[in-house]
């Protein structure tokens, strides 16, 4: 995944100025129509909404620098046309917020009525390496 400008100031603030923060208990996974660093957006409508992992329990410990979902990540079942998806993002905020990193998708995914996205346990892994 990569990291987003904003999630990079927030970390590096942290680890070097012995900034306080605060981390949300939930991070939401937004799928995306496009690359969301240049101009992707996420579907509207048609039952689209950000799916919640809890920070604590909903990721695994991390081991060389991945983690992944400790269980299936599932967005509504779509009741129109989202478009193709592209990338998959991180996102602080069920609506809003702010995007902290985000990924191109092996495959696209063109999701049409009646769809379900879902990525299984284990499968939506998050890797920071230099």
Partial sequence: MSITTYQANIVLSQWFTNTAGSYP???YVGLYIGDPSVSGVEPVG???????????GGWSTPSGGVTSNVSAITFPE???TWGTITHVGILDASSGGNLLYYQALTTSR?????????FPAGQFTITLSN
Avoid: D, E, M
């Avoid at 048609?46 to 604590?56: I, L």
């Avoid at 063109?110 to 879902?118: A, I, R, W």
């Fill in 110 to 118: 063109t999701v049409s009525g009646l769809t379900t996205v879902n």
């Fill in 46 to 56: 048609n039952a689209y909404a950000r799916t919640g992992v809890v920070r604590v």
């Fill in 78 to 80: 779509s009741s129109g």
């Fill in 25 to 27: 208990a939930t991070y």
